[in-house]
């Protein structure tokens, strides 16, 4: 069996004294993408952040790569290099001066940047067009497929996304969805993302994780978005949400 | 109606060179930091040390010390006490910054009035008197454009993420509480010795004017830090020029000169406008 990317071990995360997370266990299999959803004020952020060393924890255990992260969330440059996170509603104050080519260079962290990668970061996303184009100037969809560029100017492992479909319409979070799955494919990406979409989720995801500050279900789409597996994360009377497909 | 003065005649003066390249020197500054100020919303940050500074140099006055050199460790425990104020009071940064700039502007202003020897230079402290700019405050204006440079370049990478995205900027590596904390030190240190040539009431508009004018016009980055530090400096040195020139007060002709480029700069970005489309109305 190949090695885990990620392995969580009874992890608890406080935010402002009271949990956020409590005793959730889990791993990501290589090149899997698994969906993290839950009701708002579920914990998903927070997990994911800790996850990624960006809040510490309080405990329990977090393995990346191969590494185990320090109470603190220190991690190793070389692991840190090899995982990228998406934020949830990155927003672009109106005329903030800095190019498309040049946000994507930032998230190149390594000695040296090599001539094209952020040449061909666009063009994997399919934002070659938008370089010159200053940041505060794209839309929500545009926005999305930069910040993806970002991530992805160097080869990495693992992608977390925190709500990455959220303020798009529903075309545009197609269009965002089979992107990724393009990418996932092409780059021999694992995904975790959190998202609220129930109904991509179940098309596109491998596994799906219920978080409600605990882990209530894990499994394929089909077991763990059953009717009765929802209603024990979001509790009774839950409607499901997704987007009205034209 | 005061005779203009000719430019040559100006440039013989030894004090006029020194004020020249004060003006430079601080218009530079100004420019470059307060690019990064602006994008951090720490507008109003500088003001208030601004404001506070005044304290300081009334301090200095009573202690029988050199303002600038007084100036300098004042700053910096303003920037690092309204810093932990903010992070742990968790009340609003601008109400935080109005209480601690208009009370030590109080205490300042009630401490003059006991110095009798600083009476007169009320409206120096205020305005500033960037003809009588030293060659010891010329080189710290040197050696912080040189470190403001430095650590420029260096935190290029960081200061843009932390200030787009927190969460961002950490997840990839940027030690994020550090360079908020080493640049708003680093803020208050040049503003703490650019007081003595603006003024404390003109100082934020060395920080922030060139650098909203040059937003309004840049297309990159670079670009817009580059022309913010240029816009600083041209100001600087043309704003002497004609305070020099008509006999009226420096800091005062220099914001009024970065006003005029300001104003140019709306013109310009409000023409390049006509006829795009507004941000975000290309589809998705």
Same mark, same amino acid.
């Given at each position: 069996m190949a090695e885990m990317i990620l392995t969580v071990e009874d992890l608890t995360v406080r935010r402002e004294g009271v949990?956020?997370? !409590? !005793?959730v266990s889990f791993s990501l299999a290589p090149q899997t993408d698994t969906a993290l959803v839950g009701p708002n004020g579920a914990g998903k952020s927070s997990l994911v952040k800790a996850l990624l060393g960006l809040i510490p924890h309080q405990g329990g255990s977090v393995q990346l790569l191969g590494q185990r992260l320090g109470p603190q969330g220190q991690l190793p440059p070389a692991v840190r290099a090899q995982v990228a996170y998406m934020p949830q509603s990155f927003a672009v104050p109106p005329r903030f001066p800095l190019s498309v080519a040049e946000f994507v260079a930032l998230g190149w962290d390594g000695p040296r940047r090599p001539r094209g990668a952020v040449a061909e970061a666009l063009a994997k996303v399919t934002a070659s067009a938008l370089a010159e184009r200053l940041l505060s100037e794209l839309s929500g969809g545009e926005i999305q497929r930069v910040l993806l560029a970002f991530c992805l100017v160097r080869p990495r492992r693992l992608l977390v996304l925190d709500e990455a479909q959220a303020g798009l319409d529903a075309q545009g979070a197609e269009r965002f969805y089979l992107l990724l799955q393009e990418l996932r494919r092409r780059e021999g990406l694992t995904i975790l993302q959190v998202s609220h979409d129930l109904e991509m989720v179940r098309r596109s995801c491998d596994r799906v994780l219920c978080l409600n500050r605990r882990l209530r279900c894990s499994g394929p789409p089909a077991h763990a978005l059953s009717p009765a597996q929802l209603e024990l994360v979001y509790g009774k009377g839950y409607v499901p949400y997704h987007h009205h497909h034209h | 109606m005061v005779e203009p003065v000719s430019i040559a005649s100006l440039w013989a003066l030894p004090f006029m060179q020194r004020a020249l390249l004060g003006g430079l020197l601080t218009g530079a500054l100004g420019g470059l930091l307060g690019s990064v100020a602006v994008l951090r919303q720490l507008s109003f940050f500088s003001d208030a040390l601004g404001h506070a500074a005044l304290l300081g140099i009334v301090l200095a006055i009573l202690l029988g010390l050199n303002p600038t050199l007084v100036l300098i460790p004042f700053a910096v425990l303003f920037a690092l006490v309204v810093s932990a104020l903010v992070r742990r009071s968790q009340l609003p940064a601008d109400a935080l910054l109005n209480i601690v700039y208009s009370s030590s502007l109080a205490v300042a202003v009630l401490a003059l009035s006991f110095v009798q020897e600083a009476k007169g230079s009320l409206q120096q402290l205020l305005f500033g008197d960037i003809l009588g700019v030293s060659w010891l405050e010329l080189g710290l204006l040197a050696l912080l454009l040189l470190i403001t440079l430095a650590y420029g370049a260096h935190s290029r990478r960081a200061q843009i993420l932390l200030t787009l995205d927190e969460s961002l900027a950490l997840s990839r590596g940027v030690a994020v509480p550090l360079h908020r904390l080493l640049f708003v030190v680093l803020l208050a240190v040049v503003v703490a010795i650019a007081i003595k040539a603006v003024g404390v009431l003109l100082i934020s508009g060395f920080v922030v004017i060139p650098a909203c004018a040059s937003r309004l016009v840049s297309r990159n980055f670079n670009g817009y830090v580059g022309l913010s530090a240029a816009l600083g400096g041209c100001g600087g040195v043309l704003g002497l020029f004609g305070s020099a020139a008509f006999n009226l007060p420096s800091g005062p002709s220099v914001v009024v000169v970065q006003l005029l480029i300001f104003l140019l700069a709306l013109l310009l970005a409000m023409g390049s406008r006509k006829g795009k489309p507004a941000p975000g109305a290309s589809p998705g």
């Open positions: 949990n956020a997370v !409590e !005793e | -």
